[in-house]
């Protein structure tokens, strides 16, 4: 696991280095993929059943397509490690856990408490996502 | 109007708890600008020449006066004692300390209001008919459904990093009041042949460098599906616009470049999937959130007939005063143009004069129009001469709407660092030029708007005559267009020709008007004028 790696898991990492999108779909065999920004996630959607890891690379923090591609593979029913790599910073990292993401290979060390107080300080929210928070229509109505 | 429950409530100290520890970080250095400045900019703070500037969201427009009289007090205690209201609706104050922010938004929090979205590249305020649950010609209140949007759109964890801003206007009318197809998504309350509420959705207009009118993307969208239809757009917009160019970033620019047919086809391919998930509000958070949009207990059996004997009351009844819905009331329009003032300022004291003026007779209900003027909605026309009064007291009755002084500008750059030419002078030129009342009527509806730089902030290319200041080697020049609406016959304007420095874009906006008054055909405005004879007797009498 890469220093900075911060993993909200309880399996085990995959040890399969990931490798490009390109690569992956030349290669029936790999289990763990990265796909840059700009890249279309939904190619990997026939695949999912044979993934453990799929790494998102933010190569700016302000870059946001990473979020929709985590959507979209999380909605498509994929069950594995889920890992944001590159620019990710802390003030970032509620919206990735909301679309899905469960890792993290930030570019430079995130300060543990800083993402505990970021990760906790909303106990509510509007909308679904693809974490298991309750929207605040549903507390509303029952 | 709505009123927060305990979850909105939560949400919001939260987010003033959250920012405040952003600020804090930032200040102590740990965190760089760069890292910063997307954090503030959602939190409505913008650095401009000399200051912050702080925009603080009004919801489609919508406050009462507990709020406005919150907004006064931060005029006084945190600004310079007053405040701008912009052609979203929202009010900016522009002398703002970065370590007073979090405070300040505190305080807002403690009248339900933020100032969450209202920057950056995010989904921004939404706006709205300005007349919303007042006027005549509406199908329904388009506020619950504004509501209901902006409560999808808050924090949503996907959309929070998008290619650029996103706006998102919403009316109800087959009048247009909101600039609605100059808006990234633009909705408009329809009602389907089985009687079903719905919308129809344009998608892809805006202004700035390269404008574009919004396309019709869908006839007819159901209301229990529109969040899911918001989702699409923004999940096609978001996944495949560029992102290696700022000025070509937003959504009107991938619209442009797919096709509309084809934008259409990934949206609706990506609705059918977003429909499954479940992520629509059920209708029972609708009728939630549309209760509180009941109408005011109107009053039946009041009298229609105004006393007309005061000249100076008549004529700003004629002018600023709009039909009702209920009978017996009268929609009033607040200008906020004086002649040589400053479009869109308020003073404290003029905040709690509108505040203390609605309380008493437009049941507590403000409105911010996004041509930078206030409505009161709802009041009884035996009450219009107590009101007119109070409003003169407090320096608000001027006669001008959407007449040739009614002009919208942006701040240029007398505060905005994007600006390469000042607008609010020339503003003020125009409308000194043109101050005498009678001339002002015989010119009939008229809308001059301003911009001093490309971003088109003041809406030039909406104006009937719209006015582009640019930078020409060093030195303030102005563009003259023409033909341009942001109402519901929405057009683009056309640049005349060469530009014009200060005195000259005056008088090229007086040769424009000259042209009109000769000729005009009965009933005709400058702008279908302007449409039936073209750009070419305009130039003649202009550059000839």
């Known amino acids: 696991m890469a220093e900075n790696e911060i993993r909200l898991r309880d399996d085990a990492p995959h040890d399969e280095p990931a490798v490009s999108l390109d690569a992956f779909l030349d290669q029936a065999n790999a289990t763990a993929v990265r796909i840059e920004a700009g890249e279309d996630a939904r190619l990997l959607i026939p695949h999912l059943d044979r993934l453990a890891l799929i790494e998102i690379d933010f190569p700016r923090f302000r870059d946001g397509r990473g979020y929709s591609s985590a959507r979209i593979l999380r909605e498509a029913g994929y069950k594995g490690e889920l890992r944001a790599s590159g620019d990710v910073l802390v003030d ?10 469960d890792a993290f290979a930030p570019d430079a060390p995130i300060d543990r408490q800083a993402l505990d107080a970021a990760l906790n300080r909303y106990d509510l929210v509007y909308q679904t996502a693809a974490d298991d928070a309750v929207p605040v229509w549903k507390l509303r109505h029952g | 109007m709505y009123r927060y429950d305990q979850y909105d409530q939560a949400i919001v100290d939260a987010r003033v708890d959250e920012f405040r520890d952003q600020t804090r970080r930032r200040l102590a250095g740990a965190m760089t600008e760069d890292q910063f400045k997307p954090l503030r900019l959602k939190n409505g703070l913008y650095l401009q020449l000399h200051a912050y500037m702080l925009r603080v969201a009004i919801p489609y427009g919508t406050l009462n006066g507990r709020q406005m009289r919150k907004l006064a007090h931060i005029a006084r205690t945190y600004d310079r004692g007053y405040g701008h209201f912009t052609t979203r609706q929202n009010l900016q104050y522009h002398w703002i300390k970065l370590e007073q922010a979090p405070d300040i938004l505190a305080e807002l929090a403690t009248v339900e209001m933020h100032a969450i979205q209202t920057s950056g590249e995010s989904i921004r305020n939404i706006s709205a008919d300005q ?48 600039a609605l197809r100059w808006h990234d998504l633009a909705l408009r309350i329809v009602r389907n042949e089985a009687g079903e509420q719905g919308f129809e959705v344009f998608a892809g207009g805006g202004m700035g460098r390269t404008p574009f009118i919004a396309y019709p993307i869908r006839a007819f969208c159901p209301g229990e599906e529109i969040f899911s239809y918001i989702q699409a757009v923004l999940r096609v917009w978001n996944s495949h616009a560029r992102r290696d160019n700022i000025h070509k970033q937003r959504m009107k620019i991938l619209v442009h470049d797919l096709g509309h047919e084809e934008f259409t086809r990934q949206v609706e391919e990506a609705f059918a999937h977003i ?59 607040v200008s906020l143009k004086p002649i040589a003032g400053i479009g869109g300022d308020v003073t404290a004291e003029q905040m709690e004069a509108v505040a203390d003026i609605a309380e008493r007779y437009s049941f507590d209900d403000i409105r911010v129009s996004h041509a ?48 390469n030419a000042r607008s609010i002078p020339i503003a003020q030129k125009i409308a000194e030029r043109f101050a005498d009342m009678d001339r002002q009527l015989e010119l009939g509806e008229l809308k001059i708007k301003i911009s001093g730089c490309i971003n088109a902030c003041g809406h030039h290319h909406a104006g009937h005559i719209g006015i582009l200041g640019v930078d020409r080697k060093g030195t303030e020049n102005y563009q003259l267009l023409l033909g341009g609406s942001g109402a519901e016959d929405t057009s683009l304007a056309r640049i005349t020709g060469p530009g014009f420095d200060e005195k000259g874009i005056v008088d090229a906006v007086e040769k424009a008007t000259d042209v009109y008054l000769r000729e005009r055909a009965q009933g005709e405005r400058f702008l279908d004028t302007y449409r039936r004879i073209g750009m070419d007797p305009f130039k003649e009498a202009i550059y000839g």
């Open chain 2, 131 to 178: 007349y919303a649950g007042a006027a005549a010609d509406e199908i329904m209140d388009p506020r619950p459904w504004a509501e209901l949007i902006r409560q999808a759109t808050t924090f949503h964890p996907e959309f929070s990093y998008l290619p650029r801003k996103f706006k998102i206007a919403l009316i109800a009318s087959a009048e247009d009041r909101a």
């Open chain 2, 275 to 333: 429909l499954t998930l479940g992520t629509d509000f059920p209708h029972a958070e609708y009728e939630r959130i549309a209760a509180y949009f009941a109408p005011p207990p109107f009053e039946t059996g009041l009298p229609e007939a105004i006393d007309r004997s005061d000249p100076d009351f008549a004529l700003w009844v004629d002018r600023q005063t709009i039909a009702h819905k209920a009978p017996g009331y009268a929609i009033v329009n």
């Open chain 1, 92 to 101: 970032q990292m509620l919206f990735m856990r909301r679309c899905g993401f």
């Open chain 2, 372 to 419: 930078q003027n206030l409505v009161l909605p709802h009041v009884r026309k035996q009450d219009l001469h107590a009101v007119w009064q109070a409003l003169d007291a407090a320096g608000l009755a001027d006669v001008n709407l959407d007449l040739v002084t009614d002009i919208i500008a942006c701040p240029g750059l007398d505060y905005c660092s994007l600006a």
